[in-house]
């Protein structure tokens, strides 16, 4: 939305701040699949900040990635990929195209609610149509594979912005200033 000038000045629509919706986009294909920034963790501490970064920026992707393979484990139970296109609609509406963050009782819901609740009613759902060991081997293999992912990808060319580094913990705080003041006068 274009900006609104107000006789105090101007007010955006956009938020100012990065916010958990604000990260929950869908990031180019070509970027999460690309070879040349795959390389091998250097330990296992490197594979689990990998992990980390990669899960944060590329989250909706991977969601995608794993509905898919859910999807997949489904193709021989019609009740059951039913159930699932119906939840996939919610899916849709409120976590993989939405840009408004959802309100409840005038209350901003987090993106991890909202994957959570979503993740939890689709498993609940499938669970009640009897194909339970279906989704189980889906969710275990697509687990798998985004963890190999993105244990294997490289983080150096993520392009963070300043504060999503700082939610993502990837500044350091060697170098930093001190929280409080180590010399002079203290406050009583």
Partial sequence: MPPTTTTYGTITSSPTSTSSHAKH???????????????????????KARIKLNVSYFRVNYVIIMLTIVFLTLLWHPTSMIVFLVTF??????????????VVFNKTVDDNVVLGVLSFATVVLLVLTHVGVNVLVGLITGVVIVGVHAAFRGTEDLGF????????????????QPLRPTSGYNRT
């Fill in 89 to 102: 609609i919610f899916w849709w509406f409120f976590y993989l195209f939405n840009d408004n963050p959802i």
């Fill in 161 to 176: 912005c300043g504060e999503e580094q700082e939610e993502n913990g990837l500044l350091s705080v060697v170098g930093s």
């Fill in 25 to 47: 986009t869908r990031r180019p294909w070509p970027e999460l699949f690309s070879f040349s920034s795959l390389s091998l963790p250097i330990s296992s501490g490197d594979a």
